[in-house]
């Protein structure tokens, strides 16, 4: 088969019975099929570290072999670049690749490929027309993804378009989203099965460089940059879900954030009712995160300071049981706000919105970077000055705005190769750290006015507010030091 171009999306099993009753399936006959899909790998996994996929899979009385590049950050649903042709079991025949770096790693790992894990289960597969000249095959696989003993299951839906384009796609996904929560899947059964192979815990994700270029139409590059961000995101949706690790919440916080900066950075270059449709969405789902993400670093950074510098306080006791509180409820609630509906449906419609954006005017990256850069910078040079002399909420501004500037630069990050990116983030690095340590101070005295809203929590309050007058005397040093650093853009 040749490069597909589909959906993968996740769905609760007591659900199945109604997507088959959809009124979109109800004209089509599905076909069944049992299929057995056995994925191979060296015992180091070396086809895993180098997103390569080796396998045999059995649908019907078929045997298909599939070879290709997969799971690579940032690319777009579909685009994983396997391809199938028939194969027995095994043979590992690898003269009908093309890539002429993919054949040679091939065959130098052949003789020591081995099975590494196995998905079996039935695919119901609709053909469905829901137009003249769009044809889309709509598959649910109900079944196990098997290794070492260990078992997962899989329920999911897979939509490929055979004819039409992507737009249709997601009209389809969009309309059984209506009904039915679908969402769109993470990681795919590829990914899923090593971690079932190595029962591996869930681990936060950091965000991964992204491969933008100067060449790139700007469009172009926001399209790479937003879908590497969503990936990002969902990389960690999981684990916040289903594990208290705070570094889940501040990873798929930080994913939107810099998803957000995008749409910033972008602005000018995108459709009016784009932004205006989607930032609100994404700020208020930044909100919720942010909420669990300050208790999260109230409890545990500040609160064993305040303990310790009050080892006989019943206000800070008292405090401490709040702070406990507030921080299981917020999770709560960000767990809750990642299993929603909303977040389901906004996943879907923006990735369709990002893929759907038309190009304009032609500007190439390498043009609209350095003055985007520009503009930041001297924001940010602003506000250092005011920060040096203002409070707490000027030294926040100088905060956020730095990070937009770093986010920015993280986008466009391949454009500057050598040393004077390394060095200016080097710089910078002080400068980041001071702002975070006295953020979280200015935080925590809000945090605990809420918890302590009387004048017994007035000693702790003053103790925060000692601590940060402790580190200003080092915040002019540090931007100084940043602000005498060769910008990268204007060195090329």
Not at 19 to 46: E, F, I
Not at 80 to 87: K, L, P, Q, S, V
Not at 450 to 476: F, H, M, T
Request: net charge neutral; hydrophobic share 40%.
């Amino acid at each position: 088969m040749g490069i597909e171009t589909e959906l993968s999306l996740s769905l609760a099993p007591e659900l199945a019975v109604r997507l088959v009753k959809h009124p979109l399936l109800t004209d089509s006959r599905p076909v069944r099929q049992r299929v057995v899909h056995t994925y191979y790998d060296t015992p180091d996994q070396r086809l895993r570290r180098e997103h390569v996929i080796v396998g045999y899979r059995k649908q019907g009385s078929a045997w298909l072999s599939s070879v290709g590049r997969v799971g690579l950050a940032g690319n777009s649903p579909g685009a994983n670049g396997e391809r199938e042709i028939a194969g027995a079991p095994g043979d590992l025949d690898f003269s009908h690749v093309a890539d002429g770096s993919l054949r040679p790693l091939l065959e130098s790992v052949r003789e020591d490929l081995k099975p590494a894990f196995t998905t079996r289960f039935t695919r119901s597969a609709w053909m469905l027309e829901p137009r003249d000249g769009v044809r889309i095959e709509l598959a649910l696989d109900r079944g196990w993804i098997e290794a070492a003993g260990r078992r997962q299951a899989i329920c999911e839906v897979g939509l490929e378009l055979r004819s039409g384009g992507v737009a249709d796609l997601f009209s389809v996904a969009g309309e059984l989203q209506t009904e039915l929560q679908l969402h769109p899947e993470a990681a795919s059964k590829f990914q899923r099965g090593y971690r079932v192979l190595a029962d591996e815990s869930l681990q936060p994700v950091k965000a991964l460089p992204i491969a933008t270029d100067g060449g790139m139409t700007t469009v172009a590059a926001f399209r790479t940059v937003a879908l590497a961000c969503l990936n990002h995101l969902q990389s960690n949706e999981q684990g916040l879900r289903e594990n208290d690790n705070p570094e889940f919440v501040h990873q798929a916080r930080v994913a939107i954030r810099r998803l957000r900066s995008a749409i910033r950075v972008w602005k000018p270059r995108l459709p009016q009712d784009f932004v205006a449709r989607f930032d609100p969405l994404w700020q208020a789902l930044a909100r919720q995160l942010g909420e669990a993400r300050n208790w999260d670093v109230f409890t545990g950074e500040t609160l064993p300071s305040i303990l310790a510098a009050f080892p006989e306080s019943a206000v800070a006791a008292r405090l401490s049981r709040y702070a406990t509180a507030r921080c299981a409820s917020n999770r709560e609630a960000a767990r809750a706000s990642l299993k929603s509906v909303d977040y389901s449906r906004l996943l879907l419609e923006f990735t369709a919105a990002v893929l759907a954006l038309p190009e304009g005017k032609v500007r190439r990256l390498e043009a609209f970077a350095p003055r985007c850069l520009e503009k930041r910078a001297e924001q940010v040079g602003q506000l250092a000055e005011e920060a040096l002399s203002g409070d707490a909420a000027s030294r926040h501004r100088l905060r956020v705005a730095y990070k937009r500037l770093r986010y920015a630069l993280e986008f466009f990050a391949p454009l500057f190769p050598g040393a004077a990116l390394r060095d200016y983030h080097v710089a910078a690095s002080g400068l980041q750290e001071m702002l975070g340590s006295l953020n979280d101070l200015a935080v925590a005295a809000e945090l605990t006015a809420e918890a302590l809203p009387d004048e017994c929590g007035e000693a702790i309050r003053c103790w925060l507010e000692g601590q940060s007058e402790r580190l200003l005397p080092e915040l002019g040093a540090l931007v100084g030091a940043f602000r005498q650093q060769a910008a990268p853009w204007k060195t090329q």
